[in-house]
C-alpha cells in the first residue's frame, strides 16, 4: 500500500491549534523509545503451549511442519540481554515442537566483533497416498517381492504388495557469521553456511515399452564458506571476498529390479545416476566512490571455477550388451566465469537524476567433448554421442534519465541493450534493445499516478540446427529464448488517499510477446493482471485491509507431428484470482486484542489443441484455496499473556496428468499412485508468553 505525506497539512493544523490557544495536556506515561540505548541487563519472553492438527496431510505439511494429524508442542521465546563495555546478545526461537523450527542468536561487543549463529529446519514434502511394492525404499538399491516381474499391471500382485511411502525430504541449514574490526575503516567478516538435504524423491525410469516411477534416497549435503575484507569509508567503500562452495551427494546411483518381464532381453536391472558432487570457487571484488555530493561510480568483478569430476557409472548393467569402453572415466567439467559490473549515477542539476550501467557474463566451458556409446533403454546399442560444452558472453547496457517534467509530475527515460554471443547453440549471437518511458505524478493532494511503457525488439543474427543434436531437430523449429521477439509492456497504479484513514490502490500490467519469424515454437504470448488493495484506520483500535489481484495469461505454439511444415497448434488459456480481508481490532484495551485473516485463491489453465481434425480440448487443470486464520492476544497481567489462534484451510486441485492415474490404470506404467492433492486442516493453537 502506497500513502502520501502531506507535511504541509500537518504544519496548518500544528498552526491552528496554536492559534486556538493552549493545548491540551499530553499523557506521554506511556510513551516509549524505540531507538534509545537498552539498559543492562535480560529481557525477553519465553512462549510454552500445545497445538492440534485436524487432519495429517503432507501437502499442508510442506515447509509448515504440520504435515501429520495429531497434538504438537509449540515452544518459543526471545532474549535480549546488554552488558558492560557494550557487550550485547539477542536471541530467538520459533517453532521447536515442530519440523520447521528456527533459532538465531545474535552477539557482540560493539566496536570489537559481532557474531550470529542461525539455524533452521523446513520440510518439504510433495505427494499423498503414493504407493510402491518395490522393497528397500530410502536405500539405493530396489528390489520387489515374489510374484514380479509380470507381463503387465494387470497381473502383478499389486493388491498384496502395494506399501504406502512418503516423498519427501528435510532440509536443515546451519550458519555462522562473523564481523571483526581491522583498524580504521576496516573490517574482516566471514561466514559459513553447511545445508543438508535428508529423505527421498521421485524419479522415472523405463525399460524399453515399459515404465515404473521410483523413489529414490536423497542425502545430500553442500558447504559454502566466504572470507572477505571490507573497507567503509565515507568517499570510498571496497570489499574483496574468497567464495568456495561443495556439494556431495552420498548417494551416486538408484539401482532397480525391472517388474515387468516382457521384452527385457537380460535388461533384469536398471540404474540411474544421482546428482553429481562438485565445488565452485570465486573472487569477488566490490568498489564504491562518491567522486563528488552529485556523482557516484561503483564496480564488480568477480571470477569462478565450477568443476565436476564425478565418476561414471557402467553404460548399462545389461550383461547380453557388448558396450564399448568409455573414452573417460569421469566428465572432467571445468566451466570459468567471469562476472563485471560498472555503474555510474548523478544530479547534475537539481531535480534531475541520471544513471549508466554496463555489464559483462562470460562461460567458458572447457570441459572436453568426447564421444560416447550410446544405450537405449538398456537393450539396444546406439551410435557415439558427443557431449556439448556450451558456452556464452553476454554484455548488457543500461541508461536511464528522471527529472520534474511539471511541477507534479516526474518523467523517465530509459534505454536497455542486451547483446549475447553464443557456442554450440543454434543462435551464435542476438541482441535486444528495448526503450521505456515512465511518468508518476499527482493529479490532485488524494490521488497519485504512475504509468510505463516499454518496447523491446530482440533479433537473431542467423538461426541454424546443431549437426551435434541426434536426431536432428526440424529445421523449421526456433527455441522460443533464441527466436527474434517483439515484446510490448504497460504497467499502471493509482493510490488514492481519502482523508487520513483511507486509502486505495489499483494496479494494471500487461505483456504481449510476439514471435513473428517463428513457424515451429511459441508463436505469441500474453499476461495481464488488474489489482487493487484497500486500507481503512477505522480508529486507533480497528483496521481494515482488504486485497484482490486477477492475473491471465495466453499462449499460442505451433509443431509439426510430421516433421516438416506446422501442422497443429496448441493454445493454452490460464487466469488466477487472490482476495482477501485482513482485520485487527483492539476488544478490551489494553486486554484484548483479536486479528482475522480470509484468504481466497482460485486459479484454472486450459490446454486445446488443434490439428483440423475436432477433437474435445484437455480436461481443465483446477486450484482452489481457503484458508480462515483467528487469532487473540489475552493480557493476564503486565508479564504473562495468553494467545489463542484457529486456522483452518481447504485445498483442492484437479489435475487430468494425476487424475486416476494409480499403479495398475496404465498395462505398462507402474504408477506411485499419487492423486491431486485435497485436504481440509484445522489448526487449534493456545500458548503462555511470559516476559521478563
Known amino acids: 500500500m502506497t500513502t502520501t505525506s502531506r507535511p504541509w497539512l500537518m504544519l496548518g493544523a500544528l498552526g491552528l491549534l496554536t492559534a486556538a490557544g493552549p493545548a491540551a495536556a499530553v499523557d506521554t506515561s506511556e510513551w516509549k523509545c524505540e531507538t ?141 557469521d562473523a564481523t571483526v574490526p581491522a583498524g580504521a575503516n576496516w573490517n574482516v567478516s566471514a561466514s559459513l553456511v553447511h545445508q543438508t538435504r535428508e529423505g527421498t524423491q521421485p524419479l522415472s525410469a523405463g525399460f524399453f515399452s515399459s515404465a515404473e516411477q521410483l523413489v529414490a534416497p536423497l542425502s545430500q549435503e553442500s558447504d559454502d564458506l566466504e572470507v572477505a575484507a571490507n573497507y567503509l569509508g565515507r568517499e570510498f567503500q571496497a570489499r574483496l571476498a574468497y567464495q568456495y562452495s561443495v556439494f556431495h551427494d552420498r548417494n551416486t546411483a538408484l539401482t532397480w529390479s525391472d517388474p515387468f518381464s516382457s521384452g527385457t532381453l537380460g535388461a ?16 569477488k571484488a566490490s568498489l564504491g566512490w562518491r567522486i563528488s555530493p552529485t556523482l557516484r561510480a561503483s564496480a564488480d568483478l568477480a571470477s569462478g571455477r565450477m568443476t565436476q569430476d564425478q565418476g561414471y557409472l557402467a553404460s548399462t548393467l545389461n550383461p547380453t550388451l557388448l558396450v564399448p569402453g568409455l573414452p573417460a572415466t569421469s566428465l572432467h567439467g571445468v566451466v570459468d566465469t567471469v562476472d563485471a559490473a560498472l555503474r555510474l549515477s548523478a544530479n547534475p542539476l537539481p531535480g534531475l537524476s541520471m544513471a549508466a550501467s554496463v555489464t559483462h557474463d562470460e562461460r567458458n566451458n572447457h570441459t572436453p567433448s568426447l564421444a560416447y556409446p550410446s544405450v537405449s533403454t538398456d537393450l539396444f546399442l546406439g551410435p557415439n554421442y558427443s557431449n556439448q560444452p556450451y558456452g556464452f558472453k553476454q554484455d548488457k547496457v543500461r541508461l536511464s534519465a528522471e527529472g520534474h517534467a511539471a511541477a507534479s509530475a516526474r518523467l523517465g527515460l530509459g534505454l536497455d541493450y542486451d547483446h549475447v554471443e553464443r557456442t554450440l547453440q543454434e543462435a551464435s549471437s542476438s541482441h535486444e534493445t528495448t526503450v521505456w518511458a515512465r511518468v508518476a505524478g499527482r493529479v490532485s493532494e488524494s490521488l497519485g499516478v504512475s504509468l510505463k511503457l516499454s518496447h523491446g525488439d530482440r ?18 523449429l526456433t527455441r522460443f529464448n533464441m527466436a527474434n521477439r517483439l515484446r510490448d509492456q504497460i504497467s499502471a497504479r493509482s493510490d488514492i488517499n481519502l482523508g487520513d484513514s483511507i486509502a486505495i490502490g489499483i494496479d494494471y500490467s500487461y505483456a504481449h510477446d510476439d514471435y513473428p519469424d517463428t513457424l515451429i515454437g511459441l508463436k505469441t504470448g500474453r499476461v495481464s493482471g488488474l489489482g487493487a488493495d484497500f486500507s481503512w484506520a477505522i480508529s486507533a483500535d480497528s483496521r481494515l485491509t482488504i486485497y484482490g489481484h486477477s492475473d491471465w ?17 496448441a493454445s493454452t488459456k490460464g487466469s488466477a484470482d487472490l482476495f482477501g480481508i485482513g482485520v485487527t481490532q483492539v476488544v478490551i484495551k489494553d486486554k484484548l486484542d483479536i486479528g482475522v485473516d480470509v484468504v481466497g485463491m482460485r486459479s484454472r489453465n486450459d490446454i486445446a489443441v488443434d490439428n483440423g481434425v475436432p477433437a474435445a480440448g484437455f480436461p481443465s487443470q483446477t486450484t482452489a484455496l481457503d484458508s480462515f486464520k483467528l487469532r487473540a492476544t489475552w493480557r493476564i497481567n503486565a508479564k504473562m499473556d495468553l494467545t489463542t489462534s484457529y486456522w483452518y484451510e481447504h485445498y483442492g486441485s484437479a489435475d487430468w496428468q494425476l487424475q486416476g492415474l494409480n499403479p495398475a490404470t496404465v498395462p505398462n506404467y507402474l504408477a506411485l499412485g499419487v492423486q491431486p492433492p485435497r485436504y481440509d486442516v484445522s489448526v487449534l493453537r493456545m500458548a503462555l508468553r511470559y516476559r521478563f
Open 36 to 176: 534509545c540505548p537498552a539498559p543492562d541487563g535480560a529481557a525477553g519472553s519465553v512462549e510454552v503451549g500445545a497445538a492440534y492438527v485436524s487432519s495429517a496431510s503432507q501437502r499442508f505439511g510442506d515447509e509448515t511442519g504440520l504435515a501429520r494429524k495429531g497434538a504438537y508442542l509449540v515452544l518459543g521465546g526471545e532474549l535480549r540481554w546488554r552488558g558492560v563495555d557494550d557487550q550485547w546478545l539477542d536471541a530467538r526461537a520459533s517453532d521447536l515442537g515442530d519440523d520447521a523450527r528456527a533459532l538465531q542468536i545474535d552477539g557482540g561487543r560493539g566496536g570489537r566483533y559481532a557474531l550470529r549463529l542461525s539455524y533452521r529446519e523446513t520440510p518439504r514434502s510433495f505427494a499423498d497416498g503414493a504407493v510402491t511394492p518395490f522393497q528397500g525404499v530410502g536405500g539405493t538399491n530396489l528390489g520387489l517381492p515374489a510374484g514380479y516381474p509380470a507381463g503387465n499391471t494387470a497381473t502383478m500382485p499389486l493388491a498384496s504388495t502395494l506399501e504406502g511411502v512418503r516423498i519427501g525430504y528435510q532440509r536443515s541449514r546451519l550458519a555462522v
Open 553 to 569: 495469461t495466453r499462449s499460442a505454439q505451433a509443431g509439426s507431428q510430421a516433421y516438416a511444415v506446422p501442422d497443429w497448434i
Open 459 to 476: 533479433r537473431v543474427g542467423s538461426y541454424e540446427t546443431v549437426a551435434a543434436i541426434t536426431p536432428a531437430e526440424n529445421p523449421l
Open 268 to 283: 533384469t536391472q536398471g540404474q540411474l545416476a544421482l546428482a553429481p558432487d562438485n565445488e565452485v570457487h570465486q573472487i
